[in-house]
């Protein structure tokens, strides 16, 4: 199949959606949602669309943030919402868009390009040259369950730090105001955002398989127990379950609350741009919210 890649424009903004929509169903991106992620993101995207006979038969974006990598603020890229039309895979096309956008963040000064991949996606990035740093295991707490804690933390309308509130964190996205008001609190998906003394949680919530679940977006607290507790309080009744991503010293947090591992996990990826990629898995630290599908 003869195809040529683009730079996306908003005239492909339905193909778009229709290609996510048929590609993960009640999981992708609504109308507003998308315009939310790709056109308000203060970093901003890199897009492109691939198209045969007239029609876009490809999609793909990297999100662009600001990160602290190995001590230093850099740009990187994510690689995110991506798909490929039925009738046109198996040609090529993703790779292609990959690149184009490898290339163009790093132009810009990207230093690293990083994905969660799918079990399609991670033959492909390795084919690419990605290197494989870690698999992050999900963690879960069944709802209804044990009764829900309370607690004393104070609901967020909107964050004010014009600093880093991650700054103790190895390497992650930068968590200030101007970040986390757009990833959350002007976020059509609805999340809720609390505080306690020394941090802040987020709250999400979507349907998984059919199921509706919550999840502990992010959480930024050295000793989170009041946080979590706002959350496990404040999820919908009729969640089945609510999901986190526990940073390596705070399990046991997580273990007293009733959470316990599952057996799904995040395939954490990288590529090098225009800096090095560190493939060490104590150098990182993301949550939930980092990903493009939670």
Request: charged content about 25%.
């Amino acid at each position: 199949m003869a195809y040529r890649l683009e730079s996306y424009t908003p005239a492909e903004r339905e193909e778009y959606l229709r290609l996510l929509s048929e590609a993960w169903d009640e999981a992708a991106l609504t109308g507003d949602e998308f315009d939310w992620w790709f056109t308000r993101n203060p970093v901003g995207s890199l897009m492109s669309v691939a198209r045969a006979n007239g029609r876009v038969v490809g999609v793909a974006s990297h999100s662009l943030y600001r990160m602290v990598l190995d001590g230093s603020e850099r740009l990187a890229a994510f690689s995110v919402h991506a798909t490929t039309d039925v009738s046109a895979r198996g040609q090529g096309i993703f790779p292609a868009l990959e690149r184009k956008h490898e290339e163009e963040a790093r132009s810009r000064g990207a230093a690293v390009v990083l994905a969660f991949a799918s079990k399609p996606t991670n033959p492909i990035f390795r084919s690419l040259g990605w290197t494989p740093i870690t698999r992050l295991r999900l963690w879960a707490r069944p709802l209804p369950g044990r009764l829900r804690p309370r607690s004393s933390a104070d609901r967020v309308e909107r964050f004010t730090a014009e600093t880093d509130e991650a700054v103790a964190w190895p390497n992650h996205i930068v968590r200030d105001a101007r970040y986390l008001n757009w990833r959350y609190v002007d976020s059509p998906k609805g999340y809720e955002c609390f505080r306690s003394a020394g941090g802040y949680a987020v709250l999400g919530h979507k349907r998984q398989r059919g199921q509706p679940i919550a999840l502990i977006a992010d959480v930024v607290a050295d000793e989170p127990r009041v946080l979590l507790q706002a959350c496990l309080a404040a999820a919908r009744r009729g969640t089945r379950a609510v999901f986190a991503l526990p940073a390596a010293g705070q399990t046991l947090d997580y273990a007293r609350l009733g959470f316990v591992p599952t057996n799904r996990s995040l395939d954490f990826m990288g590529y090098e741009l225009a800096g090095s990629l560190n493939r060490d898995p104590a150098a990182w630290r993301f949550t939930l919210g980092d990903t493009d599908f939670f």
